[in-house]
């Protein structure tokens, strides 16, 4: 059996893989920090059972669990935390997880765990596998057909008229990722297991990776499609922590139109510019915001602080000044000074204190950013505010 082991604590995760091939040296146990790491190993690994943090950076374990699922049925999932409160464990199990492990995890309690599990995955029966082996075939047959329709290809042998008969009217829908591609990879996995789940709610069809920064699906609608166009908006704003577009085209009879549609649906998306975002992106700039106040006097990059909130920092730059109004740095500046001016008024502390006290090492630096921003230097600020060092 192939396990996954998914905690950013080290200790955790080495704990656990130490105890699991300790009883069952015959497994093949593989670790991961964090999200994107767990979903390349998943993608290249067959993973029979997959423990993960409720609190894993990114994205978190619960979170993970429920994209996951749509591409991964057969996997069983086991939920680590160190909290106990009910609401995790309830919510957990309504996601199918197998079981909820509190940290310090006992060794009895995980031998118990694999043991029950093994059981469990050798007694599922070989036609439930063979349906999702024949149903995977039948996604990539029908992802190959997509793929050389919107690229304008013959589409050579495959069989179009199965194909044409389930799809006889149809729409496309295109997300497109922006930024640089490195940062892709969870996000290109989360839009097209959310979008897959979506599509399947909603009527039928299925998503394809077109590139590294575009996945197109292919729907037949049992709603109405701008209530369809609203959920995917809603949930892959919450979902996805980088820009993206989404572009639908009207309903088609005509597969020979697809690569033309494909080509505006690209235009469409390119002169988009990006709207105030609502959900997690606002949520994490209230925290980068609370997490800046508290820690002014630190080294404060806006790569630190993304990565904090676990934004793009492009992204995160972006919505900092729709959020606030001011760019990153200049938020921080004002922060900074107004912070000096109160200490300013303590006639104990010298300047060079003061500057520490607010993040800046160089005390000439402050003075020359203090006056820039109020027009006099921190002593003759002093002195305005009648205010003697002692």
């Not at 029979?48 to 619960?62: H, K």
Request: net charge neutral; aromatic share 8%; charged share 25%.
């Amino acid at each position: 059996m192939n396990i996954l082991i998914a905690d950013d604590e080290r200790a955790i995760r080495e704990g656990i893989r130490r105890t699991i091939e300790q009883i069952c040296p015959e497994y093949n146990v593989h670790l991961a920090a964090r999200a994107p790491e767990a979903v390349q190993i998943m993608g290249s690994q067959r993973i029979d059972i997959v423990l993960t943090d409720i609190l894993m950076p990114g994205i978190n374990g619960l979170e993970f669990m429920r994209i996951s699922k749509h591409r991964y049925p057969l996997v069983k999932w086991v939920v680590i935390s160190a909290h106990s409160e009910f609401s995790y464990a309830q919510e957990a199990v309504r996601l199918g997880a197998r079981d909820y492990l509190l940290k310090p995890i006992g060794k009895k309690r995980l031998v118990e765990l694999m043991e029950s599990l093994e059981t469990e995955i050798e007694q599922e029966s070989e036609r439930l596998r063979e349906g999702e082996k024949l149903r995977k075939n039948l996604k990539f047959l029908q992802e190959g057909i997509l793929r050389r329709l919107a690229s304008g290809l013959d589409t050579g042998n495959l069989d179009m008229q199965s194909f044409s008969k389930e799809y006889a009217e149809f729409y496309l829908i295109m997300v497109q990722l922006e930024g640089a591609e490195t940062h892709h990879a969870l996000e290109h996995f989360i839009v097209e297991n959310v979008l897959s789940e979506l599509i399947d709610n909603s009527g039928r069809g299925f998503v394809m990776s077109f590139d590294s920064n575009c996945l197109l699906g292919l729907v037949v609608l049992n709603e109405d499609l701008d209530v369809f166009k609203g959920s995917v908006k809603g949930h892959l704003t919450h979902y996805v922590k980088i820009p993206f577009h989404i572009a639908v085209s009207g309903l088609n009879k005509d597969f020979s139109a697809i690569p033309q549609m494909v080509k505006q649906m690209r235009q469409a998306s390119a002169v988009q510019s990006i709207e105030p975002v609502k959900g997690s992106g606002e949520k994490s700039i209230d925290d980068a915001i609370e997490y800046i106040r508290e820690h002014y006097n630190e080294e404060l990059s806006l790569e630190r602080v993304a990565s904090v909130v676990y934004l793009n920092p492009a992204y995160f730059s972006q919505l900092f000044k729709l959020k606030t109004g001011q760019g990153y740095k200049d938020y921080v500046i004002s922060l900074r000074l107004e912070q000096a001016k109160k200490l300013l008024l303590n006639p104990k502390l010298r300047l060079a204190e003061i500057a520490e006290r607010i993040g800046y090492q160089d005390m000439r630096h402050f003075t020359q950013v203090f006056r820039r921003k109020f027009g006099l230097t921190p002593t003759e600020f002093r002195h305005k505010q009648n205010v003697n060092v002692i």
